[in-house]
């Protein structure tokens, strides 16, 4: 069973600090990592993938993978009322044309 | 704006109708996907097609049949529906492969009464 781990939340960040969020995943041989926001009644957006280990940076969003430690992150800096939202982690499992979501972590940033 | 466009936006059917979601893309992509998605609880994948041909069914009822007429279009046919099926379905496109990120239309509410 290709598992993804999630904190559910919810968590709740004062406006302008670092938000963290973190995912586990089960399948060693897993290549390809997202991270989608999710607002409340809508449909899932990509904000990141992340391929390699090490860090990837697109504006305020910083995503972290450790494959030896099967961990993925998401870093949201100078957090914004709108970005509270809930994120899922997606992992791509080696071999299979699916992603498997976490639970989702619910994010709400407090001004 | 989302370039993966799903009507309706809201559908609400009784449990003797035949009712189908669409589904259309125009990103160029070959792999299409139903997911199923439940109020506080992740996308949960129904089928994916890869160019043109169904690949994956995750053993969704039949009451729920998917069609795939070109690379752009995605129908799901629904016949016989239960209460228990009321939730959101989310269309989304890739390239075929693992390494490529899904794109999510804005959804279908469905009701069944």
């Known amino acids: 069973q290709k598992e993804v781990e999630q904190n559910s939340g919810p968590l709740s960040v004062p406006e302008g600090a670092i938000a963290s969020l973190n995912c586990t995943y089960s399948?060693?041989?897993?290549?390809?990592f997202f991270w989608y926001r999710q607002y409340s009644g809508k449909s899932p957006e990509l904000i990141m993938s992340?391929?390699?280990?090490g860090d990837k940076e697109d504006g305020r969003f910083t995503a972290q993978l450790n494959k030896a430690s099967q961990y993925v992150s998401l870093l949201i800096r100078d957090s914004q009322p709108s970005d509270s939202a809930t994120y899922l982690c997606?992992?791509?499992?080696?071999?299979?044309?699916?992603?498997?979501f976490g639970q989702g972590t619910r994010l709400t940033i407090n001004p | 704006d989302t370039e993966v466009t799903q009507t309706p936006k809201h559908l609400v059917m009784g449990m003797t109708n035949k009712k189908s979601l669409k589904c259309e893309q125009h990103?160029?992509?070959?792999?299409m996907y139903w997911y199923k998605q439940k109020a506080k609880k992740p996308p949960e994948l129904m089928f994916v097609?890869?160019?043109?041909?169904?690949?994956i069914n995750e053993s969704v009822p039949s009451r729920f049949s998917p069609e795939c007429p070109n690379s752009s279009l995605l129908n799901l046919h629904l016949h016989a529906l239960q209460p228990e099926d009321s939730a959101l379905y989310l269309c989304?496109?890739?390239?075929?492969?693992?390494?490529?990120?899904?794109?999510f239309g804005n959804g279908t509410r469905l009701t069944v009464t």
């Open positions: 989304a496109s890739s390239q075929p492969g693992a390494a490529s990120p899904l794109h």
């Open positions: 399948d060693r041989g897993s290549q390809s």
């Open positions: 992340i391929y390699s280990n």
């Open positions: 997606a992992v791509s499992f080696q071999g299979a044309q699916k992603l498997v």
């Open positions: 990103m160029g992509h070959r792999a």
């Open positions: 097609y890869s160019y043109e041909k169904l690949s």
